[in-house]
Nanobody, 121 residues
Framework: QVQLVESGGGLVQAGGSLRLSCAAS????????MGWFRQAPGKEREFVAA?????YYADFVKGRFTISRDNAKNSVDLQMNSLKPEDTAVYYC?????????????????WGQGTQVTVSS
């Protein structure tokens, strides 16, 4: 059974940093697209970043967030710097078994349970 488990969320002040990690199990995702989405209260789940053969980002995180993967560990991380209060949300790890460029939630096959990120002003 495939599982994605996020960790690293928490409370941080504006301008601070957090590093989220997502550990995958149940299958190898080395040739898959791994992504991060987020959902704030009352809002739709939105794309943040993804990595396949290269990384791509939502405009609102470019220059602040960095996605990376470790195929040996079957994991993907999201380094978040210069955090803003509007980054507050539950962050979800997602995986699509086919490699490519995917930025909508409906294109992903597997999801984690999410980790809360709260940025105080």
């Amino acid at each position: 059974q495939v599982q994605l488990v996020e960790s690293g969320g928490g409370l941080v002040q504006a301008g601070g940093s957090l590093r989220l990690s997502c550990a995958a199990s149940g299958r190898t995702f080395s040739s898959a697209t791994m992504g991060w989405f987020r959902q704030a209260p009352g809002k739709e789940r939105e794309f943040v970043a993804a990595i396949s053969w290269s990384a791509y980002y939502a405009d609102f995180v470019k220059g602040r967030f960095t996605i990376s993967r470790d195929n040996a560990k079957n994991s993907v991380d999201l380094q978040m710097n210069s955090l803003k209060p509007e980054d507050t949300a539950v962050y979800y790890c997602a995986a699509r078994v086919v490699d490519g460029v995917y930025s909508t939630r409906y294109e992903y096959d597997y999801w984690g349970q999410g980790t809360q990120v709260t940025v105080s002003s």
